[in-house]
């Protein structure tokens, strides 16, 4: 009965592992077009459904755990959600133009908060001692603060100097400060200690690359004019896409177990 039992178990693992690479392969198939022509309609759809899937994977891997370990996949899923509703609302003409703030800025701004929130509700559930929370803490304020120095030079300044509208231009600084909160967190939970398997790796790195992608698409104009820095966004539904694998990795718990 417990070889039987084990061998269940183990083939339900496998299944788990099997479905979030899938997420992560689907979303790289679906992001092909966003890379190849990133205003077509086709890279518009493809975009949406990988988001959706995203989002899907989210809702369903939070939904398969219990009590403190599912708070922080649910709020996940609804930052994963923010960012779904947003890119829809920057494809519905009566929102607004897609190049000004709109709609779209109120969903895709909420879902900074809800990526705070679950992260603290991970460090939370592991249950360390204050004095760790503390060194923890001021590691990752040395780390954050080189990375908001590069957030302000490279994406901060050079749009308050471009003369747009105030409204515009906070808005438009908000986003690095955001990303910048988020590379803070994946370095966070980078320091905690416990295991890291595929999961955390998954969540680190979805929260870690979104401002050096930043960067990219702020640099890629001088260093390569020809090149059209809107195909990026390809890289962006992959790195997302990792965090829906996360979310059905069997191995999610590790991040909020009790160290």
């Known amino acids: 009965m417990r070889l039987s039992t084990a061998a269940g178990a183990a083939s339900t693992d496998n299944d788990l592992v099997a479905r979030a690479w899938g997420v992560l392969v689907v979303c790289a198939v679906l992001a092909v077009p966003t890379a190849l022509d990133p205003y077509s309609a086709a890279a518009s759809s493809s975009y949406l459904v990988g988001l ?60 900074y908060p809800l990526l705070i929130a679950a992260v603290a509700a991970m460090i939370s559930a592991r249950g360390l001692p204050r004095a760790l929370h503390r060194d923890i803490g001021l590691d990752v304020v040395v780390v954050s603060a080189a990375a908001c120095i590069g957030g302000w030079r490279l994406l901060v300044a050079p749009s308050i100097a471009s003369g747009q509208p105030l409204t515009e231009s906070v808005i438009d600084s908000l986003y690095p400060l955001g990303d910048v909160a988020a590379f803070a967190l ?19 790195a979805c929260l870690g690359l979104t401002l050096p992608l930043d960067f990219a698409q702020a640099l890629l104009p001088v260093a390569a004019p020809d090149f059209d820095a809107a195909r990026l966004d390809s890289v962006l539904l992959v790195v997302n896409g990792m965090l829906g694998a996360a979310a059905l990795h069997p191995r999610r718990t590790e991040l909020t177990d009790r160290v």
């Open 52 to 111: 959706a899937i995203v989002v899907a994977a989210l809702w369903r891997g939070s939904m398969l755990l219990r009590g403190d370990q599912r708070r922080p996949w649910v709020l996940l899923a609804a930052a994963a959600t923010c960012w779904l509703l947003g890119d829809i609302a920057q494809r519905i003409p009566a929102l607004g133009p897609g190049d000004v703030p709109g709609v779209k800025d109120v969903f895709w701004l909420a879902s």
């Open 186 to 204: 994946a370095v966070t939970l980078l320091m905690m200690p416990g295991r890291r398997g595929a999961a955390a790796g998954l969540v680190i």
